[in-house]
């Protein structure tokens, strides 16, 4: 049984734990997007997404409190400087797990793609694209007064007036 296992240990003490993910979370950070498993990428998420939260109020004590988890100067900088600027209005999900089709071919693992989401343009929504469409197909107003005009016209030419029914008498 699981009850209480809120880590997944990844095979590994914990020490080696602790530094894989610190490599991990460098690369991350300086590359925006790595290769991965889904195990350690679903790993890695929980250990990445407080350090770029943290990131977002430029400090000593939070520069502090992240080099003491990533042990890397120029990922400290590129974390405080370019990064935290994209991720300043999002209030969290910041990285995107994208599972990959092909399995690793020595041990068959589940393979993934870890990326920050602010950095892929192939999702950014354009700004100059047109308002979304509803489901009811609206019209332009040059088309709806032209139309609309059509109609009243058509209608009065083929439906001749009807004569008033007649009330029936009950008894």
Do not use: W
């Amino acid at each position: 049984m699981r009850h209480g296992k809120k880590i997944n240990h990844l095979g590994r003490t914990s020490a080696h734990r602790h530094a894989l993910l610190s490599n991990m979370a460098s690369s991350l950070i300086l590359n925006k997007r790595i290769t991965t498993t889904v195990a350690k990428a679903k790993a890695l998420r929980k250990y990445v997404e407080p350090l770029l939260t943290k990131a977002k109020t430029d400090s000593t004590h939070s520069r502090r409190t992240v080099f003491s988890y990533l042990q890397n100067k120029e990922s400290v900088t590129t974390l405080f400087g370019e990064v935290a600027g994209r991720i300043s209005e999002r209030q969290g999900g910041y990285t995107r797990i994208v599972k990959l089709s092909d399995p690793r071919l020595g041990d068959a693992a589940d393979m993934c793609l870890m990326e920050l989401v602010d950095f892929n343009d192939l999702y950014k929504k354009d700004e100059t694209t047109k308002k979304a469409k509803t489901r009811r197909g609206r019209k332009s107003k040059k088309e709806e007064g032209t139309e609309v005009a059509e109609e009243t016209v058509d209608t009065a030419e083929e439906k001749p007036e009807k004569a008033p029914k007649k009330a029936k008498k009950k008894d």
